[in-house]
């Protein structure tokens, strides 16, 4: 059997279903059978992709947080630490505003290295309070996210792909937002899907007419060996 050119995926807005939440159930089937590496690299924390690998059943190859954290499969890396992120929610909360993901906040109760706020809550307020601390906000169309400017998905990629063995240059990469331009600027191809904002559209090789999944799956069937 060929093998089949190593995958970098994004997660929200890419594997998922439109207008939902939920990731499409139709791409597990073609993760699990793909004969060669697959990575998610998402803005997600940590365990959500790892949970994401291991229900698909593939090797947890994985960047989260937006590049804070990177496991190869064997090691875990963090370029960023959780401090300057929290400091700026702080004066955030400390200005009446909150995060919006209620008490128990699964959303950030695992992240380690940024801080991700609901897209309900005002952005300008947090733009200037993480200004002031060196870091900045970007919106995925899912999330802001507070992180550090120097924290992104393609540094993690090529992190993991040097662990692997394989040339990021051989990879494909799928992606719907700013978050995944980092990214397509490492692989060799790279695809938006069709509900991508205009960064990733711009940054993209191509970008499909197809949303979320479909978009994905198009490019799964195209790419593959046989
Ligand atoms: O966490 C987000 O805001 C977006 O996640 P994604 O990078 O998997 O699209
Ligand atoms: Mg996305």
Same mark, same amino acid.
């Given at each position: 059997?060929?093998?089949?050119?190593?995958?970098?995926?994004?997660?929200?807005?890419?594997?998922?279903?439109?207008?939902? &939440?939920?990731?499409?159930?139709?791409?597990?089937?073609?993760?699990?059978?793909?004969?060669?590496?697959?990575?998610?690299?998402?803005?997600?924390?940590?365990? /959500?992709?790892?949970?994401?690998?291991?229900?698909?059943?593939?090797?947890?190859?994985?960047?989260?947080?937006?590049?804070?954290?990177?496991?190869?499969?064997?090691?875990?890396? /963090?370029? #960023?630490?959780? @401090?300057? !992120?929290?400091?700026?929610?702080?004066?955030?909360?400390?200005?009446?505003?909150?995060?919006?993901?209620?008490?128990?906040?699964?959303?950030?109760? &695992?992240?380690?290295?940024?801080?991700?706020?609901?897209?309900?809550?005002?952005?300008?307020?947090?733009? @200037?309070?993480?200004?002031?601390?060196?870091?900045?906000?970007?919106?995925?169309?899912?999330?802001?996210?507070?992180?550090?400017?120097?924290?992104?998905?393609?540094?993690?990629?090529?992190?993991?792909?040097?662990?692997?063995?394989?040339?990021?240059?051989? #990879?494909?990469?799928?992606?719907?937002?700013?978050?995944?331009?980092?990214?397509?600027?490492?692989?060799?191809?790279?695809? !938006?899907?069709?509900? !991508?904002?205009?960064?990733?559209?711009? #940054?993209?090789?191509?970008?499909?007419?197809?949303?979320?999944?479909?978009?994905?799956?198009?490019?799964?069937?195209?790419?593959?060996?046989?």
């Amino acid at each position: 059997m060929t093998d089949d050119p190593p995958l970098v995926l994004d997660i929200d807005g890419t594997l998922t279903r439109p207008d939902t &939440w939920g990731i499409d159930p139709r791409v597990f089937d073609p993760l699990h059978e793909w004969n060669g590496p697959v990575v998610l690299a998402t803005g997600k924390a940590f365990p /959500y992709p790892v949970a994401l690998c291991h229900f698909a059943g593939i090797p947890e190859r994985v960047v989260a947080e937006n590049g804070g954290v990177v496991y190869t499969g064997d090691e875990v890396f /963090y370029t #960023a630490d959780r @401090e300057a !992120a929290q400091a700026v929610v702080e004066e955030y909360r400390a200005a009446g505003h909150s995060l919006g993901w209620g008490e128990a906040d699964t959303v950030n109760r &695992w992240r380690e290295t940024e801080i991700a706020i609901n897209l309900e809550q005002p952005i300008d307020p947090l733009c @200037e309070i993480a200004a002031a601390y060196g870091l900045e906000v970007i919106d995925t169309g899912y999330a802001y996210h507070v992180k550090d400017p120097a924290q992104n998905k393609g540094d993690g990629v090529e992190r993991i792909a040097d662990h692997v063995g394989f040339d990021p240059a051989d #990879a494909v990469a799928v992606g719907d937002s700013i978050n995944d331009v980092s990214t397509f600027d490492v692989v060799g191809r790279s695809f !938006a899907v069709a509900n !991508a904002d205009d960064a990733a559209r711009a #940054a993209a090789d191509e970008v499909l007419e197809a949303v979320h999944a479909d978009g994905t799956l198009s490019v799964l069937e195209r790419i593959r060996s046989s």
